[in-house]
């Protein structure tokens, strides 16, 4: 027995040897393998730099140039750099996990790179990568590799989409590649910036305190020059026309209208204006009134938290009406001649028959800006036939675009063609027009002409409210500021009141002080959502009124205000202007919406009417329930007809020309009418809006303001308190103790130490972060502790 266990000590102790050896020589083996691969590592970069940057390695290193170069194109010249930068970082400083990302990043950084280079280049006719490998042996393009990514995003998107997307994928990997520096770089500008700005905002208080406002004296021009438009020669008349199959005739008695027609497109020459001389004397009369306004203007812009001076909106404010002689005149003359229309509608003619579909032009009628042409088919033509051939019509007349509808109220199918030449409508056109002179309602304004040249007037009394859609430069701000423009030339303040709500900042400020503004214009897009919820307050408080005094609407309850003798106790109509719905919806969403949806509903018969505005007629903006309480909808020109559909549930808008024209849909039409929007340019606008400061008081709302400053300060505070609620942790000031004691910030310290949880201890250190006592996750690596023991206890002295 013991010689059985003797002999099996042996061969354990042989065993344990020669695992030993093996292990031993294992480690030799690794300890070999890991020299060679440096050793083999060093020479391949020394001979990437000898063969890029020299001629020493003759033909050996001609050879591996031009397969880098073949491979990954110009970039190919930094390779031995990286290589150089890896085995820096990997084996001298021995950071793996870092070394691993960095050269991840670098192989990345590499083929974008590669990509880039290639992208530049045209797409390339065939997919042939001995081109690609020949072109990166000459230096151009990216290779083989660069080339194999670049030429199916060419194929999408072209050299210019896959060019911008390189530049953005390049920029953002190098800014992971040096996170750390560019984190240091960022902190310290921000701190250099807000150091800027405190001190600056000291030095203009010291100003302000010292400096006194220095009037400005505007003086009126002594004539108002409107702008020189191209003079258009308008002489209509009959040219000598080839015969054709089609007897000519009947376009005579059509179009014989137009030549009694004068060349200007001025509606009305009998407007009894005001005199120049008459003008200027009133302005110099009241210039003392207008500097006061002009040198208070610029606190009124953006100054929501200035005490007003009046309260009431109800007080009397004396109003004199601008002059039209503000305005621009409208020099334009009506082009083309008759014998132009007379030979579009024959080819009209000409280009159906050789489709199949027999029908003549029975009417025309040219407008500022398109022609259309009245279709009567014959019998048994479909509609939808004709509006098949769309594209067809469009290319054999070379227009830019066309519409086909039927005309409401005849039996004839509308053709547009835009005319060669717009002319614009202006503003003066259509206010010293009888139509908007007799308009009984004071909430009328102009939107334009329609296709035979009438001035079309809305009014929100009937709309009541309308929803403006439009791709930015159709019309979109223009027809507001014609739509505020008619209000300033038609209603006094004591008649219709204003909240204009602009969260682009830079569209409604020139608006900021004119009389008729209850509040100054709202910029800031969570006291949008005040002056919203104000306006339901105001509509209910209203409705109380009307209940009380036995009526049924605003014009109810002010008729029985005149007949008691109580002028000042009448109630003036309300406009909510909103410019950029999309802004607002973005901020507050559902309490917009759902301020919008409540005053729509029910605000008619209180006198308050929204008009509201938005380059972005999408669902998410215009929703179902705000679609449902705005009937009336202008549409300007978009991109498509999704777009269209949302904002008119049709198509047409994505037709439009642009540069007002628009489709008019106001509330009770069966279709929307072509119309050309009314022009009016900034000069304009600030010529009027001088005048009316100058001739009027401005009276803000102080219980408007006040509201929309507890509304902000209530929103704050329950901020705040959530906020604190769910940062402060009780163990806080105990864990950072705890990592200032032990020069340590880890989770798991913090688990030993004060005996928590994982998810608490993680939660800490983020709260540590957030406060800026810890440096962020750098991996495994410990984080860095950023403020001393002294610090902490400075801090948690001036927190008590």
């Known amino acids: 027995m013991n010689k059985k266990k003797k002999s099996a000590k042996k061969v354990n102790t042989k065993s344990k040897t020669s695992s030993n050896r093996r292990k031993k020589s294992n480690g030799k083996n690794k300890a070999l393998k890991i020299i060679g691969f440096i050793v083999l590592y060093v020479i391949f970069t020394i001979f990437s730099f000898l063969s890029f940057y020299s001629n020493l390695l003759g033909g050996f290193g001609s050879g591996l140039k031009n397969i880098f170069l073949g491979l990954f194109g110009g970039v190919s010249y930094l390779l031995p750099f990286i290589f150089v930068y890896a085995f820096f970082y990997y084996f001298i400083k021995k950071k793996k996990k870092e070394g691993y990302t960095k050269l991840y990043l670098l192989s990345l950084i590499v083929l974008n790179v590669s990509t880039l280079l290639s992208s530049i280049l045209p797409k390339s006719e065939k997919f042939l990568i001995e081109e690609f490998y020949k072109n990166g042996t000459k230096g151009i393009g990216g290779g083989v590799i660069g080339s194999f990514i670049s030429e199916p995003l060419k194929s999408m998107m072209n050299s210019v989409g896959a060019t911008i997307l390189s530049v ?16 240091v770089l960022y902190a310290l500008i921000l701190n250099k910036i807000s150091e800027h700005l405190k001190q600056k905002e000291k030095d203009l208080q010291v100003k302000f305190k010292d400096k006194e406002i220095k009037k400005k004296e505007v003086e009126p021009k002594e004539s108002l020059k409107s702008k020189d438009l191209e003079e258009l020669s308008g002489a209509l008349v009959y040219d000598d026309e080839p015969e054709t199959e089609k007897s000519p005739d009947r376009f005579d008695e059509i179009l014989s209208s137009y ?9 009305e020459d009998n407007v009894i204006l005001i005199e120049r001389t008459q003008l200027e004397q009133e302005l110099l009369n009241e210039k003392e009134n207008l500097d006061n306004i002009l040198s208070g203007e610029k606190n009124i812009i953006e100054n929501d938290g200035e005490t007003p001076a009046k309260k009431t909106i109800n007080r009397k404010i004396e109003y004199k009406f601008p002059s039209v002689e503000l305005l621009e005149d409208n020099k334009a003359v009506r082009t083309g001649g008759v014998g132009d229309l007379k030979e579009k509608a024959i080819k009209l003619e000409n280009i159906l028959e050789s489709f199949g579909v027999d029908a003549e032009v029975v009417n025309i009628e040219k407008g500022p800006s398109i022609t259309r042409f009245e279709l009567q088919p014959k019998s048994g033509v479909r509609i939808s036939k004709i509006q098949s051939l769309q594209d067809d019509i469009k290319m054999n ?7 086909i509808s039927p005309i409401p109220g005849k039996t004839v199918v509308g053709i547009e063609i835009p005319n060669d030449k717009t002319t614009p409508v202006f503003i003066k056109d259509i206010i010293t027009s009888e139509q908007f002179k007799n308009h009984k309602s004071n909430i009328a304004f102009t939107v334009g002409m329609d296709i035979t040249g009438n001035p079309i007037i809305g009014d929100l009394a009937k709309m009541p409210h309308v929803l403006i859609a439009g791709a930015t430069g159709s019309g979109k701000s223009v027809c507001i ?12 303040p004591n008649e219709v009141k204003l909240i204009m709500i602009d ?5 409604l400020g020139i608006y900021n002080g004119i009389p008729h503004l209850l509040i100054p214009v709202v910029t800031d897009p969570k006291k949008a959502a005040g002056a919203l919820n104000w306006a339901v307050m105001e509509m209910e408080n209203r409705y109380k009124l009307f209940a009380q005094a036995g009526v049924r609407n605003i014009e109810g309850y002010n008729n029985l205000c005149e007949e008691n003798g109580d002028e000042e106790g009448k109630l003036p109509k309300i406009v909510i202007i909103i410019d950029e719905l999309a802004d607002l919806m973005m901020v507050a969403s559902k309490e917009v919406e759902s301020y919008i949806c409540r005053i729509a509903q029910l605000a008619r018969a209180a006198g308050m009417h929204l008009v509201i505005a938005t380059q972005r007629p999408s669902v998410n903006v215009i929703t179902g329930l705000i679609k449902a309480n705005v009937p009336s909808r202008i549409a300007f020109a978009v991109t498509s007809q999704i777009d269209s559909r949302t904002i008119l549930d049709m198509g047409g808008a994505e037709k439009l ?5 628009m489709l008019y849909y106001p509330s009770g039409e069966s279709k929307p009418m072509r119309v050309q929007g009314s022009l009016i340019v900034d000069k304009e606008v600030e010529r009027v809006v001088n005048v009316v400061k100058a001739n009027s008081e401005v009276i803000y709302n102080e219980d408007i303001l006040e509201h929309l400053e507890k509304e902000q300060t209530f929103e704050g505070d ?3 308190k959530e906020e604190n609620a769910l940062d402060a942790d009780e163990m806080l000031p105990q864990a950072i103790e705890v990592i200032l004691d032990n020069n340590q910030a880890s989770v798991s310290l913090l688990q030993r130490k004060l005996k928590l949880g994982y998810s608490r201890a993680a939660r800490i250190v983020d709260q540590m972060e957030e406060r800026g006592i810890v440096g962020p996750s750098e991996g495994s690596k410990p984080r860095q502790i950023l403020i001393t023991k002294e610090q902490f206890y400075e801090m948690e002295f001036n927190n008590q």
Do not use: W
């Open 168 to 183: 953005a994928l390049l920029i953002f990997l190098i800014i992971i590649f040096f996170y750390d520096q560019v984190s």
């Open 259 to 267: 030549e009694e027609e004068k060349e200007t497109l001025n509606i």
């Open 397 to 403: 007349l070379a227009a830019t675009s066309i519409r």
């Open 481 to 492: 500021n014609t739509l505020i423009t008619s209000i300033l030339y038609k209603a006094t």
């Open 503 to 507: 969260p682009k900042v830079v569209e």
């Open 657 to 661: 020309l642009g540069k007002g024209d």
């Open 718 to 720: 329950v901020k705040s």
